[in-house]
């Protein structure tokens, strides 16, 4: 079965850091971009960060740009977002997701996992 589990979420104070993982299961990651999506309440899903298959290509919303930074590790089949200069408006479900592509964009994925609750708040 294929399964997107995302880890790492918490409480943080403005400025602060987070890692976000996203692991794999039940398939491999070599073949698929991954996207890291987040929704706030009552505020549609937005798409903040994509990492092509080899890792070699990567994208991020404006919002996010020199503050967050996606990598992947293959090996581990795992997929991370660093978060760092944390701001309130950052509050969000985080989402990864994957799709049998090659580059990444951030719309059009296929397989979603269910969140990680993201907070910053002092």
């Known amino acids: 079965q294929l399964q997107l589990v995302e880890s790492g979420g918490g409480l943080v104070q403005p400025g602060g850091s987070l890692r976000l993982s996203c692991a794999a299961s039940?398939?491999?990651?070599?073949?698929?971009?991954i996207g890291w999506f987040r929704q706030a309440p009552g505020k549609e899903r937005e798409g903040v960060s994509c990492?092509?298959?080899?890792?070699?290509?990567?994208k991020y919303a404006d919002s996010v740009k020199g503050r967050f930074t996606i990598s992947r590790d293959n090996t581990k089949n795992t997929v991370y977002l660093q978060m760092n200069s944390l701001k309130p408006e950052d509050t969000a479900v985080y989402y990864c997701?994957?799709?049998?592509?090659?580059?990444?964009?951030?719309?059009?994925?296929?397989?979603w996992g269910q969140g990680t609750q993201v907070t910053v708040s002092s």
């Open positions: 990492i092509s298959s080899s890792g070699g290509s990567t």
């Open positions: 997701a994957a799709v049998p592509k090659r580059l990444c964009t951030l719309y059009e994925y296929d397989y």
């Open positions: 039940g398939f491999t990651l070599d073949y698929y971009a």
